[in-house]
């Protein structure tokens, strides 16, 4: 899934004039974010990977999480403002991946939170998309 993960980053580094790439100031990073990433950032993740083989042909199933992370006092605004623009660069995405075909790269579920911070009166809003893809070599 190493080719998956950089065909993902590839995909979001490679449009660095896209809003969502210059909507994420703390950036995008794989399974977590490094202390004290400045706010909003990205952070992507495997669910879940499935392999169909035959002789002939490999697909490969997977699902990918994104999880978009705020502290911005607009509440729900910024928060959905990043969902629109993350939709806008990935959804139906044609993603390169070494060594694959690229057959489907689908939106298919998506959930917002608001979770206590450890400052005062302050909140942070996730916001978790789901994508899944199809892989064919």
Avoid: C
């Amino acid at each position: 899934m190493r080719d998956l993960f950089t065909g993902i980053y590839t995909e979001y580094a490679s449009v660095p004039a896209s809003s969502f790439y210059n909507a994420l100031t703390g950036g995008l990073h794989l399974e977590e974010a490094p202390q004290g990433t400045a706010f909003p950032y990205a952070v992507f993740s495997l669910v879940n990977n499935s392999l169909d083989q035959n002789w002939t042909n490999k697909l490969e199933e997977a699902t990918i999480d994104f999880n978009l992370y705020s502290d911005s006092a607009s509440g729900a605004v910024e928060i959905t403002g990043l969902y629109e623009k993350l939709k806008e660069q990935f959804d139906d995405v044609n993603l390169t991946v070494a060594g694959y075909a690229h057959l489907k790269f689908r939106r298919e579920n998506s959930w917002l939170n608001k979770m206590p911070s450890d400052i005062p009166n302050k909140s942070i809003w996730a916001y978790t998309v789901q994508y899944a893809v199809l892989l064919h070599s």
